[in-house]
């Protein structure tokens, strides 16, 4: 295990509506980054946190928001829900912005209704 | 064009066989490279770097060619428990911590 936790696991939201998800990073990593992956895709970036800071971003409309507190766990809030958001939502941690090694929580399944 | 493209598989083969999974990149730029495996509805795990020289990781091979910007997996006797996705991932150093997936490439091995 790579000791990335999120929650919740599954999550059921219908269109129009607003979802927070939760990650733990691993211990002695400041850095998160979320991902999204579809159905059938590889994941694709959504932003990373660093120290606090939104520290680069996908391309991902603006109702995609996250945070990063002091002790680095990170939410990731999506507003306005449309159809396509239904997805895998993965975080990953690691120890620098920079590092290539990026350790994945289980993820969180999103379904919009 | 996507920035990764991998082969659209699935690949269907029996226990044993030596199957090669191919994947390109876009970004002349980019500096790291790795393979992760999938299993279904499970997260991705880290299978190896991808160094320019070529290495190998038990039954495992990957190979990079900068100048064609291609990398390349092989499995050589391949087991029931391969059965996963293989994804080609590929990080740009000025993109920091972002890592670009190809869309994977499904692999089943029968018995």
């Known amino acids: 295990e790579t000791g990335v936790t999120q929650s919740p696991t599954h999550l059921i939201k219908t269109r129009g509506q607003q979802v927070t998800l939760r990650c733990s990073s691993q211990s002695g990593h400041n850095t998160v980054s979320w991902y999204q992956q579809a159905l059938g895709q590889g994941p694709q970036f959504i932003f990373q946190?660093?120290?606090?800071?939104?520290?680069g971003r996908g391309n991902f409309p603006p109702r995609f928001s996250g945070l990063q507190f002091p002790n680095y766990s990170s939410e990731l809030n999506v507003n306005a829900l449309e159809l396509d958001d239904s997805a895998l939502y993965l975080c990953?941690?690691?120890?620098?912005?920079?590092?290539?090694?990026?350790?994945f929580g289980p993820g969180t399944r999103l379904t919009v209704l | 064009r996507k920035e990764v493209e991998q082969d659209p598989g699935p690949f269907n083969v029996p226990e044993g066989a030596t199957v090669a999974f191919n994947c390109t990149y876009s970004?002349?730029?980019?500096?790291?490279f790795f393979w992760y495996r999938q299993d279904c509805r499970k997260e991705p795990k880290l299978l190896m770097s991808?160094?320019?020289s070529g290495n190998e990781d038990g039954r495992f091979t990957a190979q990079l060619n900068r100048a064609s910007q291609y990398i390349s997996l092989l499995i050589r006797d391949s087991k029931l428990s391969d059965s996963a996705t293989y994804l080609c991932?590929?990080?740009?150093?000025?993109?920091?911590?972002?890592?670009?997936f190809g869309q994977g490439t499904e692999l089943s091995v029968k018995p």
């Open positions: 991808v160094y320019s």
């Open positions: 946190y660093y120290r606090e800071e939104e520290n």
């Open positions: 970004n002349s730029a980019s500096q790291s």
């Open positions: 990953a941690s690691s120890q620098a912005p920079s590092t290539d090694t990026q350790y």
């Open positions: 991932v590929v990080n740009t150093q000025n993109q920091g911590g972002k890592l670009i």
